[in-house]
């Protein structure tokens, strides 16, 4: 792999209660088990400086370096040609986390909104199915990087090194008593289509079935 790979994490405080501590399903400690530790660096944080991250720093002054975010000026990756970027510390940084603090790292780090902004679009559904994810469309940060870095490095079988171990994960979880998420879309179109159903099929909520009673029989009759 000849390409540099940075992902930047907003610093996540977790969540404890008298119980148990929240677990954390981000994918990027098994990218950096994947990924060797010179081609791979985590940057923890909100705001990013030169100042503070040399390395980060050698990476944005190289010409062909690439932020993976959907920005409104974000070129589709399929667009880019398909051939082994080598430019002397070009590299891929990735934001990773909730939609909403990618979001907010994107608008706070004007450093991002300088570099050649790319998105994906031509993608399965993500195979992190112990994890519930938004959209059908949406990835692991880890799937993410692994289509990334195997169009910029055209190297095919790049993809396929980097989701195994993932995919391994989540049979050895559900193996263990793990159930396959489905996406918040695919549940709320499976809750619109279950209600259409039982429109069709004349069901009615109890309510309703409280007001056709009223109707029929006045409630002093009943």
């Known amino acids: 792999m000849s390409l540099w790979c940075f992902v930047i994490q907003i610093n996540c405080i977790h969540c404890v209660s008298l119980h148990k501590e929240s677990r954390s399903l981000t994918t990027v400690p098994l990218l950096q088990k994947c990924v060797c530790n010179e081609k791979c660096h985590v940057l923890r944080g909100r705001r990013f400086s030169d100042s503070r991250y040399e390395v980060l720093d050698r990476a944005i002054a190289a010409p062909d370096t690439v932020v993976l975010f959907p920005s409104n000026t974000a070129v589709d990756l399929c667009r880019l040609p398909q051939q082994p970027i080598c430019a002397n510390g070009a590299a891929l940084i990735v934001i990773d986390g909730t ?124």
Not at 101 to 118: C, D, M, P
Not at 140 to 146: C, F, I, K, P
Not at 175 to 189: L, M, Q, T
């Open 99 to 222: 939609w909403s603090q990618a979001r907010g790292l994107f608008a706070h780090n004007e450093f991002l909104h300088k570099l050649r902004q790319i998105k994906l679009s031509q993608t399965g559904c993500s195979e992190y199915v112990i994890r519930t994810q938004p959209n059908e469309a949406s990835l692991s940060t880890l799937e993410s990087v692994a289509y990334a870095l195997t169009w910029l490095d055209a190297s095919p079988p790049l993809y396929e090194q980097l989701v195994r171990p993932l995919r391994m994960l989540c049979q050895y979880q559900l193996d263990h008593g793990a159930v396959v998420h489905h996406s918040k879309e695919h549940i709320n179109h499976k809750s619109r289509r279950q209600q259409s159903d039982d429109e069709d099929n004349g069901c009615h909520d109890d309510k309703d079935t409280t007001k056709t009673i009223e109707v029929l029989y006045p409630k002093t009759c009943l």
